[in-house]
Nanobody, 130 residues
Framework: QVQLVESGGGSVQPGDSLRLSCAAT????????IGWFRQAPGKQREGVSC????????AFGDSVKGRFTISRDNAKNTVYLQMDSLKPEDTATYYC???????????????????????WGQGTQVTVTS
């Protein structure tokens, strides 16, 4: 079992930044792939980012490329989603997700769909409004 806890959401103005955290327990970052997704009311869940610590690959959704970045703290088993130049259309509940992986495989060359992930956090709200 992987347990995920997101934090860092809030209400900001357009152009501001936020950093979301996804703290994982149960498995190390080398043993899982982390995905970030978001869902706005009335819309489908959208892929934001995918991160594989074991092979150091990252993918981003087209709508956030160039604005969002990923970092991690292996000692804290935590992945961070840095969101810069936020726009009102970034408003959504953000979720991190995880799947346990085997060794020697390549992940996050492209975004993996939500159904590929087995474990989900509770979500954190991000609101961008002037």
């Amino acid at each position: 079992q992987v347990q995920l806890v997101e934090s860092g959401g809030g209400s900001v103005q357009p152009g501001d930044s936020l950093r979301l955290s996804c703290a994982a327990t149960g498995y190390t970052l080398d043993e899982i792939v982390i995905g970030w997704f978001r869902q706005a009311p009335g819309k489908q869940r959208e892929g934001v980012s995918c991160f594989s610590n074991s092979v150091n690959t990252t993918a981003f959704g087209d709508s956030v490329k160039g604005r969002f970045t990923i970092s991690r703290d292996n000692a804290k088993n935590t992945v961070y989603l840095q969101m810069d130049s936020l726009k009102p259309e970034d408003t959504a509940t953000y979720y991190c997700a995880a799947i346990i992986i085997g060794p020697g495989s390549h992940y996050c060359i492209v975004m993996h769909p939500p159904g590929w992930f087995d474990y989900w956090g509770q979500g954190t709200q991000v609101t961008v409004t002037s």
